[in-house]
């Protein structure tokens, strides 16, 4: 079989420090590879998802993005949003607007924003949220016991093109406790199915002086069943839900994730009421790890 060489970065994200954040694997010049090929690569990287950047269909866009993980394809992706927004400015780019990066994805386009710091953020998209019905409720509550559920932030289901089962606990400290093993772990992973999420968001408030406004954990429960590091889609799902549910902490607040896999993945999260359209950003530090070529 013919092979060509592109450029490849391995990025960590959500963090500033490597090995804490979430790694993703960039491959450029990706153009004229096939879905069963990108999706060989992506169970080869064996990361949480795999980035494949080639040009983009809509002269808006600077950059089109097709994100795997190592089973399917996903229409977006936060980490891998800005992961790639970092690999891309890494190896040189310079977007057609300064400080603005428009990634053209399979939900569409998706606008980065460059912050003062140089960290990258993304405009969540639109998403559909929707409330369990009792009697699911009924089955999450036991499943999850003895960690409590707030039902003052009914658990929903939140859809942003990477759909999730959002669902508060007291605080972080049920969050970080909480397990799911045995009857409880397949109870949850039937709802997730039932509702056609992917896996579950679970998050729970810190103390006024903690290290964040909210501890989360994101487990995945259908065609990969770990839990992931730093989820930038689940942040805005749970951002969007706490709009929906007028349960904003603030203006802005911020995200630990990833504790209990011992990182430190921090997710800063503004809301930009003035703009039009209301967008949420979700935004966070990368760092290159591994710069290089890679074979394909």
């Given at each position: ?241 706490l709009r929906a549910q007028d349960r904003r902490p603030g203006e802005r607040f911020t995200v630990r994730q990833g504790t209990a896999l011992s990182r430190d993945g921090r997710v800063s999260i503004v809301y930009d009421d003035a703009a039009s359209g209301a967008p949420i950003w979700i935004g966070g530090a990368s760092v290159t790890v591994i710069d290089g070529i890679f074979r394909i």
């Amino acid at each position: 079989m013919s092979s060509r060489t592109v450029q490849f970065k391995q990025v960590d994200v959500f963090t500033p420090v490597p090995f804490k954040g979430n790694p993703l694997a960039v491959i450029f010049d990706a153009e004229g590879l096939s879905s069963e090929r990108m999706q060989e690569i992506a169970r080869w990287t064996n990361l949480s998802e795999t980035a494949f950047l080639m040009p983009p269909t809509d002269p808006r866009a600077d950059y089109r993005v097709r994100i795997f993980t190592t089973a399917v394809e996903l229409p977006f992706a936060g980490h891998p949003t800005l992961g790639s927004a970092h690999a891309l400015i890494d190896s040189g780019y310079a977007p057609k607007t300064p400080g603005r990066l428009v990634q053209e994805c399979g939900v569409g386009l998706v606008t980065l924003a460059e912050r003062e710091n140089g960290e990258w953020a993304f405009a969540a998209p639109p998403a559909t949220v929707v409330p369990l019905t009792a009697a699911q409720t009924d089955r999450l509550a036991a499943a999850l016991a003895p960690a409590v559920i707030d039902f003052s932030a009914p658990p929903a289901a939140v859809d942003n093109g990477a759909p999730w089962l959002v669902v508060r606990v007291s605080d972080a400290a049920q969050c970080l406790a909480l397990t799911l093993a045995g009857d409880a772990r397949a109870s949850v992973a039937a709802l997730v199915a039932e509702t056609g999420m992917h896996g579950i968001a679970v998050y729970g408030p810190h103390a006024p002086d903690g290290p964040a406004t909210f501890e989360l954990r994101v487990i995945l429960l259908g065609a990969e069943n770990i839990e992931d590091p730093v989820t930038g889609s689940a942040n805005a799902a749970l951002a969007t839900l706490l709009r929906a549910q007028d349960r904003r902490p603030g203006e802005r607040f911020t995200v630990r994730q990833g504790t209990a896999l011992s990182r430190d993945g921090r997710v800063s999260i503004v809301y930009d009421d003035a703009a039009s359209g209301a967008p949420i950003w979700i935004g966070g530090a990368s760092v290159t790890v591994i710069d290089g070529i890679f074979r394909i």
